[in-house]
Every structure is written in structure tokens, then in C-alpha cells.
């Protein structure tokens, strides 16, 4: 089944990947293999950090290869660290990315609540969304038979000053 969202919540160890539409989440999950500590030992030679689990970015990568539009959330560098992996990597997923965000330990419904808020205000935004048009909200707008709908005019618009005047 394909859907248009997907929202995936990622720290070193695991990622928990949630493919959301209006009615249904699908979800999928995605484990690091071997250890996941990634933080400085001390007395160490070199920078003490293990390396970033390539295998384990790119399992993420192939499960949101049919997502249209991706949130990536999680606690820490994780995220970050998927994002440049796609960028490098998977470019085709990586500009499917709308956004990242810094998210603590959220439950599944809670990710998936969160992520349908988010994709719709993004939809807003963009004009991407069913009845889309020049003019349109976004809501379901109906007009009486036979009047046009009212459409707003933005502030500048009805401003009887030059867009750059600014008052003395």
C-alpha cells in the first residue's frame, strides 16, 4: 500500500517508521545491527566515536523509497545523521524530506498524531492539498448558488500605501 506521508522517529539503535493517510498508519521498524553507543570512551586514541551504521541508515532509506513527502524526527543526532547519509547516498529519498525535527521519545500514536498536524499546516503552506486554487484556504468552502466565493485579500493588497513606504 502506497502513502503519501511518512514519518520516521530515529535515534542510533532504532527507527520506527510510520506511513500515515487520513484512515490508516503502517508501520514498519528498522534496527541497528551490532552496538548502537556511538558516544567518546575514554582513553581512547582518535575521536573514541564508533562509525555511523551505513547498513542501518540505508534499511531507513529503503523503507521510505514510496513515501512522497517524509518528516524525520528523534531525540538526538540520529536524524541528522540519516539526512546526510540520503543526502550522500539515497538523494532520490533525500529530497522527498520536508523537514527535521527534535522530537524526545514520542509513542507511535503520538508520532503519528503529531505528523498529521505537521503534513497538514506543510499542505497549507504549499497549496497542496485537495480544492486547492488561487485564493482558496484550504477549507471546505461553499458558496451560495449562484455567488462567487469570497476570496481574502492579503493586507498589502488593501493597503492604500506603496508596499515599501515605510511611516516617518
Request: hydrophobic share 35%; aromatic share 4%.
Amino acid at each position: 500500500m502506497s502513502h503519501r506521508h511518512a514519518v520516521v522517529w530515529v535515534d542510533h539503535a532504532q527507527a520506527h517508521v510510520l506511513f500515515i493517510d487520513a484512515e490508516d498508519v503502517e508501520k514498519a521498524i528498522v534496527e541497528a545491527a551490532g552496538n548502537p553507543h556511538v558516544h567518546h570512551k575514554r582513553g581512547t586514541i582518535g575521536p573514541g566515536k564508533a562509525e555511523e551504521d551505513q547498513p542501518y541508515y540505508h534499511g531507513i532509506a529503503r523503507a521510505l523509497a514510496d513515501a512522497q513527502e517524509i518528516l524525520i524526527t528523534g531525540p538526538g543526532q540520529a536524524k541528522l545523521a540519516l539526512f546526510k547519509h540520503m543526502l550522500h547516498h539515497d538523494p532520490a529519498v533525500a529530497q522527498r524530506v520536508l523537514g527535521l525535527e527534535t522530537v524526545d521519545h514520542p509513542t507511535d500514536g503520538q508520532l503519528a498524531m503529531h505528523a498529521r498536524q505537521y503534513f497538514r499546516a506543510k499542505d497549507r503552506m504549499l497549496g497542496d492539498f485537495p480544492g486547492a486554487g488561487p485564493g482558496s484556504t484550504g477549507m471546505a468552502e461553499e458558496a451560495a448558488p449562484g455567488k462567487p466565493k469570497k476570496t481574502s485579500k492579503s493586507h498589502a493588497a488593501e493597503s492604500k500605501r506603496a508596499p515599501n513606504h515605510r511611516p516617518s
